[in-house]
């Protein structure tokens, strides 16, 4: 249901944009996540995005990472600036859908995560 990509190996300083594309029938995304796992570390969030478009960060990111969705496409990115090294990881999204207009249930999902590794 979510598969992410953009990944990749990159420079300090340099960016990257990921991406995470929300399949099947959706009527709402309410909220979409970007999580952060370094190595030997916990998962972490770093991003948080509403279906009104407000979006938190962590302190981490803040100024350097921008999440922005394209609801015609059901796909949300995550714009990575003046990447740093401490940036590494595994990055993963999730997202909580509602796929029925009328039902009201929401789903929550993970895509499969897409390694971004900086280099010094």
């Known amino acids: 249901q979510l598969q992410a990509s953009g990944g990749g190996l990159v420079q300090a300083g340099g960016s990257l944009r990921l991406s995470c594309a929300a399949s099947?029938?959706?009527?709402?995304?309410?909220?979409m996540n970007w999580y952060r796992q370094g190595p030997g570390k916990q998962r972490d969030l770093v991003a948080s995005?509403?279906?009104?478009?407000?979006?938190v960060y962590a302190d981490s990111v803040k100024g350097r990472f921008t999440a922005y969705r394209d609801n015609a496409k059901n796909t949300e990115y995550l714009q990575m600036n003046s990447l740093k090294p401490e940036d590494t990881g595994v990055y993963y999204c999730?997202?909580?859908?509602?796929?029925?207009?009328?039902?009201?249930?929401?789903?929550?999902?993970w895509g499969q995560g897409t390694q971004v590794t900086v280099s010094s």
């Open positions: 999730n997202a909580v859908i509602q796929h029925n207009r009328w039902t009201g249930v929401k789903n929550e999902y």
């Open positions: 099947g029938t959706i009527f709402e995304i309410t909220r």
């Open positions: 995005t509403t279906d009104g478009g407000s979006a």
